[in-house]
Protein backbone atom coordinates (compact mmCIF):
# COMPACT_ATOMS: atom_id res chain seq x y z
CA UNK A 1 0.00 0.00 0.00
CA UNK A 2 1.41 3.32 -0.67
CA UNK A 3 2.41 5.87 2.19
CA UNK A 4 -1.27 8.56 2.71
CA UNK A 5 -0.16 11.80 1.41
CA UNK A 6 -0.52 14.86 3.27
CA UNK A 7 -3.79 16.55 2.65
CA UNK A 8 -1.79 19.72 1.82
CA UNK A 9 -0.48 18.28 -1.06
CA UNK A 10 -4.22 17.82 -2.91
CA UNK A 11 -4.79 20.67 -4.95
CA UNK A 12 -8.30 21.49 -5.95
CA UNK A 13 -8.96 21.79 -9.71
CA UNK A 14 -8.13 25.57 -11.58
CA UNK A 15 -7.98 26.52 -14.80
CA UNK A 16 -4.17 26.72 -14.70
CA UNK A 17 -3.52 23.34 -13.74
CA UNK A 18 -5.68 21.94 -16.76
CA UNK A 19 -3.89 24.63 -18.99
CA UNK A 20 -0.53 23.34 -18.17
CA UNK A 21 -1.92 19.40 -18.08
CA UNK A 22 -3.39 20.23 -22.34
CA UNK A 23 -0.37 22.10 -23.08
CA UNK A 24 2.25 19.63 -21.72
CA UNK A 25 0.32 16.65 -23.50
CA UNK A 26 0.71 18.41 -26.61
CA UNK A 27 4.78 19.40 -26.15
CA UNK A 28 3.64 22.83 -26.35
CA UNK A 29 5.99 25.25 -24.56
CA UNK A 30 4.03 28.55 -22.82
CA UNK A 31 6.16 30.47 -25.64
CA UNK A 32 4.81 28.98 -28.79
CA UNK A 33 0.73 28.56 -27.20
CA UNK A 34 1.25 32.87 -26.27
CA UNK A 35 2.26 33.54 -30.05
CA UNK A 36 -0.39 31.86 -31.55
CA UNK A 37 -3.10 32.57 -29.04
CA UNK A 38 -2.46 36.35 -28.91
CA UNK A 39 -1.46 36.75 -25.42
CA UNK A 40 2.14 37.35 -23.92
CA UNK A 41 4.27 34.03 -22.45
CA UNK A 42 3.82 35.95 -19.07
CA UNK A 43 0.64 35.83 -19.08
CA UNK A 44 0.17 32.17 -19.67
CA UNK A 45 2.65 31.75 -16.97
CA UNK A 46 0.29 33.61 -14.76
CA UNK A 47 -2.64 31.86 -15.70
CA UNK A 48 -0.72 28.88 -14.73
CA UNK A 49 0.18 29.39 -11.61
CA UNK A 50 -3.47 31.26 -10.73
CA UNK A 51 -1.61 34.64 -10.48
CA UNK A 52 -4.46 35.90 -12.14
CA UNK A 53 -8.05 36.29 -12.30
CA UNK A 54 -10.56 34.15 -14.95
CA UNK A 55 -9.56 34.73 -18.49
CA UNK A 56 -11.94 36.70 -21.07
CA UNK A 57 -13.88 34.86 -23.39
CA UNK A 58 -11.81 35.30 -26.36
CA UNK A 59 -8.91 34.60 -24.52
CA UNK A 60 -10.49 30.88 -23.84
CA UNK A 61 -11.36 30.46 -27.40
CA UNK A 62 -7.99 31.39 -28.64
CA UNK A 63 -6.01 28.87 -26.57
CA UNK A 64 -8.38 26.08 -26.96
CA UNK A 65 -8.85 26.03 -30.82
CA UNK A 66 -4.45 26.19 -30.94
CA UNK A 67 -4.29 23.46 -28.59
CA UNK A 68 -7.47 21.50 -30.25
CA UNK A 69 -5.27 22.17 -33.69
CA UNK A 70 -2.32 20.35 -32.06
CA UNK A 71 -4.44 17.48 -30.61
CA UNK A 72 -8.49 17.59 -30.63
CA UNK A 73 -9.50 18.60 -27.22
CA UNK A 74 -12.42 16.06 -25.95
CA UNK A 75 -15.78 17.63 -24.95
CA UNK A 76 -14.93 17.06 -21.13
CA UNK A 77 -11.65 18.55 -21.47
CA UNK A 78 -13.51 21.31 -23.00
CA UNK A 79 -16.38 21.77 -20.95
CA UNK A 80 -14.34 21.43 -18.05
CA UNK A 81 -12.03 24.36 -19.25
CA UNK A 82 -14.69 26.44 -19.73
CA UNK A 83 -16.28 25.52 -16.41
CA UNK A 84 -12.92 26.62 -14.75
CA UNK A 85 -12.61 29.48 -16.59
CA UNK A 86 -16.29 30.56 -15.15
CA UNK A 87 -17.70 30.77 -18.38
CA UNK A 88 -19.53 27.41 -18.97
CA UNK A 89 -21.60 27.56 -21.88
CA UNK A 90 -22.09 30.57 -23.70
CA UNK A 91 -25.07 30.38 -25.30
CA UNK A 92 -28.40 28.02 -25.92
CA UNK A 93 -27.54 25.60 -28.78
CA UNK A 94 -30.00 25.39 -31.32
CA UNK A 95 -32.22 22.43 -31.55
CA UNK A 96 -30.28 20.51 -34.24
CA UNK A 97 -26.90 20.48 -32.23
CA UNK A 98 -29.19 19.12 -29.52
CA UNK A 99 -31.05 16.53 -31.14
CA UNK A 100 -27.79 15.49 -32.53
CA UNK A 101 -27.08 14.11 -28.55
CA UNK A 102 -29.64 11.96 -28.89
CA UNK A 103 -28.37 8.90 -29.35
CA UNK A 104 -29.70 5.69 -30.58
CA UNK A 105 -30.01 4.22 -27.20
CA UNK A 106 -32.07 7.17 -26.13
CA UNK A 107 -34.29 6.72 -28.43
CA UNK A 108 -34.41 3.55 -27.70
CA UNK A 109 -35.46 4.20 -24.19
CA UNK A 110 -38.27 6.43 -25.17
CA UNK A 111 -40.22 3.61 -26.69
CA UNK A 112 -39.26 1.89 -23.49
CA UNK A 113 -41.12 3.99 -21.35
CA UNK A 114 -44.55 2.86 -23.30
CA UNK A 115 -47.44 3.54 -22.99
CA UNK A 116 -46.17 6.53 -20.24
CA UNK A 117 -45.69 9.91 -22.10
CA UNK A 118 -42.00 10.20 -22.82
CA UNK A 119 -39.87 12.69 -24.60
CA UNK A 120 -36.38 14.62 -24.43
CA UNK A 121 -36.66 18.57 -24.45
CA UNK A 122 -34.52 21.21 -23.86
CA UNK A 123 -34.39 23.46 -21.21
CA UNK A 124 -36.43 26.15 -23.17
CA UNK A 125 -39.28 23.33 -23.79
CA UNK A 126 -38.29 22.54 -27.50
CA UNK A 127 -39.02 19.08 -28.28
CA UNK A 128 -36.05 16.85 -29.34
CA UNK A 129 -37.69 13.51 -29.39
CA UNK A 130 -40.80 11.45 -28.33
CA UNK A 131 -42.69 8.36 -27.99
CA UNK A 132 -45.75 7.99 -29.58
CA UNK A 133 -47.61 8.32 -26.61
CA UNK A 134 -46.52 11.69 -26.10
CA UNK A 135 -46.93 12.42 -30.01
CA UNK A 136 -50.32 11.02 -29.61
CA UNK A 137 -51.01 13.33 -26.45
CA UNK A 138 -49.98 16.10 -27.70
CA UNK A 139 -50.89 16.04 -31.55
CA UNK A 140 -49.17 18.31 -34.04
CA UNK A 141 -46.15 19.08 -31.20
CA UNK A 142 -43.27 18.08 -33.26
CA UNK A 143 -43.98 20.25 -36.25
CA UNK A 144 -44.46 23.21 -33.72
CA UNK A 145 -41.77 21.88 -31.83
CA UNK A 146 -41.60 24.47 -29.20
CA UNK A 147 -44.56 24.05 -26.71
CA UNK A 148 -45.40 27.40 -26.16
CA UNK A 149 -46.04 27.84 -29.91
CA UNK A 150 -47.56 24.60 -29.67
CA UNK A 151 -50.22 26.03 -27.10
CA UNK A 152 -50.74 29.36 -28.82
CA UNK A 153 -50.45 28.62 -32.28
CA UNK A 154 -52.03 24.78 -32.73
CA UNK A 155 -55.82 24.57 -33.07
CA UNK A 156 -55.19 21.18 -31.22
CA UNK A 157 -54.04 22.76 -28.06
CA UNK A 158 -57.23 24.00 -26.51
CA UNK A 159 -59.28 20.78 -27.27
CA UNK A 160 -56.23 18.62 -25.64
CA UNK A 161 -55.19 20.45 -22.65
CA UNK A 162 -58.26 20.98 -20.32
CA UNK A 163 -56.27 23.97 -18.23
CA UNK A 164 -55.47 25.27 -21.29
CA UNK A 165 -55.05 29.35 -19.88
CA UNK A 166 -53.64 27.98 -16.76
CA UNK A 167 -51.15 26.08 -18.43
CA UNK A 168 -50.27 28.73 -20.89
CA UNK A 169 -49.97 30.93 -17.96
CA UNK A 170 -47.28 28.86 -16.26
CA UNK A 171 -45.52 28.49 -19.10
CA UNK A 172 -45.19 31.99 -20.18
CA UNK A 173 -43.97 32.72 -16.61
CA UNK A 174 -41.42 29.76 -16.69
CA UNK A 175 -40.23 31.53 -19.76
CA UNK A 176 -39.38 35.15 -17.66
CA UNK A 177 -37.74 33.18 -15.25
CA UNK A 178 -35.66 31.55 -17.81
CA UNK A 179 -34.50 34.45 -19.89
CA UNK A 180 -34.06 36.13 -16.55
CA UNK A 181 -31.28 33.46 -16.00
CA UNK A 182 -29.88 32.65 -19.18
CA UNK A 183 -28.84 36.31 -20.30
CA UNK A 184 -28.90 35.07 -24.27
CA UNK A 185 -30.80 38.09 -25.12
CA UNK A 186 -30.53 36.51 -28.96
CA UNK A 187 -32.67 34.30 -28.91
CA UNK A 188 -34.91 35.40 -26.15
CA UNK A 189 -35.66 38.73 -28.20
CA UNK A 190 -35.90 36.75 -31.31
CA UNK A 191 -38.70 34.11 -29.38
CA UNK A 192 -40.66 36.93 -27.60
CA UNK A 193 -40.94 39.12 -30.59
CA UNK A 194 -42.77 35.66 -32.33
CA UNK A 195 -44.92 35.09 -29.25
CA UNK A 196 -45.73 38.57 -29.25
CA UNK A 197 -48.00 38.40 -32.18
CA UNK A 198 -50.25 35.98 -29.88
CA UNK A 199 -52.54 38.60 -27.86
CA UNK A 200 -53.18 36.42 -24.66
CA UNK A 201 -49.23 36.10 -24.59
CA UNK A 202 -48.95 39.33 -24.38
CA UNK A 203 -51.20 39.85 -21.59
CA UNK A 204 -49.66 37.01 -19.17
CA UNK A 205 -45.98 38.42 -20.10
CA UNK A 206 -47.16 42.08 -18.49
CA UNK A 207 -48.24 40.01 -15.72
CA UNK A 208 -44.36 39.99 -15.11
CA UNK A 209 -44.61 36.83 -12.73
CA UNK A 210 -41.45 34.49 -13.06
CA UNK A 211 -41.58 30.98 -12.27
CA UNK A 212 -38.53 28.19 -11.62
CA UNK A 213 -40.11 24.92 -12.08
CA UNK A 214 -43.72 23.35 -12.08
CA UNK A 215 -45.41 23.90 -8.98
CA UNK A 216 -48.45 21.72 -9.93
CA UNK A 217 -47.32 17.86 -10.65
CA UNK A 218 -50.21 17.33 -12.84
CA UNK A 219 -52.17 18.32 -15.85
CA UNK A 220 -55.04 17.11 -17.59
CA UNK A 221 -55.63 16.17 -20.85
CA UNK A 222 -58.38 15.29 -23.40
CA UNK A 223 -57.61 12.03 -24.84
CA UNK A 224 -58.99 12.56 -28.50
CA UNK A 225 -59.31 8.69 -29.09
CA UNK A 226 -61.32 7.53 -25.99
CA UNK A 227 -62.97 11.11 -25.45
CA UNK A 228 -61.89 10.67 -21.96
CA UNK A 229 -60.05 12.52 -19.44
CA UNK A 230 -56.66 11.99 -18.72
CA UNK A 231 -54.49 13.09 -15.39
CA UNK A 232 -51.17 13.05 -16.36
CA UNK A 233 -48.16 12.99 -12.93
CA UNK A 234 -45.17 15.24 -15.16
CA UNK A 235 -41.72 14.48 -13.54
CA UNK A 236 -38.59 16.14 -15.55
CA UNK A 237 -35.09 14.72 -15.22
CA UNK A 238 -32.15 15.83 -16.37
CA UNK A 239 -29.78 14.31 -18.69
CA UNK A 240 -26.36 13.85 -19.21
CA UNK A 241 -24.31 15.76 -21.60
CA UNK A 242 -20.98 16.68 -21.78
CA UNK A 243 -21.44 19.25 -24.94
CA UNK A 244 -24.09 20.82 -23.67
CA UNK A 245 -24.15 20.52 -19.37
CA UNK A 246 -27.43 20.62 -18.05
CA UNK A 247 -30.01 21.89 -21.37
CA UNK A 248 -31.49 18.18 -22.44
CA UNK A 249 -34.42 17.03 -19.80
CA UNK A 250 -36.71 14.02 -20.12
CA UNK A 251 -40.16 14.37 -19.80
CA UNK A 252 -42.38 11.68 -18.28
CA UNK A 253 -45.57 11.73 -17.93
CA UNK A 254 -47.57 8.75 -15.95
CA UNK A 255 -51.26 8.60 -17.29
CA UNK A 256 -54.53 7.48 -15.23
CA UNK A 257 -57.81 8.25 -16.20
CA UNK A 258 -59.37 10.94 -14.42
CA UNK A 259 -62.12 9.53 -13.23
CA UNK A 260 -59.67 7.81 -11.20
CA UNK A 261 -58.45 10.68 -9.57
CA UNK A 262 -61.72 12.39 -8.99
CA UNK A 263 -61.01 15.22 -12.00
CA UNK A 264 -63.77 15.45 -14.90
CA UNK A 265 -63.66 16.31 -18.29
CA UNK A 266 -65.64 19.41 -18.81
CA UNK A 267 -67.13 19.53 -22.21
CA UNK A 268 -67.88 23.27 -22.44
CA UNK A 269 -64.32 23.48 -22.83
CA UNK A 270 -63.76 21.69 -25.90
CA UNK A 271 -66.67 23.90 -27.50
CA UNK A 272 -63.67 27.30 -27.12
Known sequence: MKPTRDSDELKPPTFGLLLRKLRDARAVSRERLAFNAGVSASYISHLEKGDRGHPTREV??????????????????????????????AEFPSVEQLR????????????????????????????????????????????????LRWYLGNEHARRVVLDWEAEVRLTVHWLRGLIAGSGDTAWSAEFLAELGHFGLFREMWDEGIALYGRPRPTMHLHDLETDRCRAISVQLFSVFSAAYPNQIQIYLGIPTWCSETGAALDPSHLDE
Open 100 to 147: AEITDDMHRALELHEPNLAAYVDSRWNVLACNDSYRRAFPGIEEDVNI
Open 60 to 89: VDALMRYLDRIDPLSVVERRHLLDLAGLGV
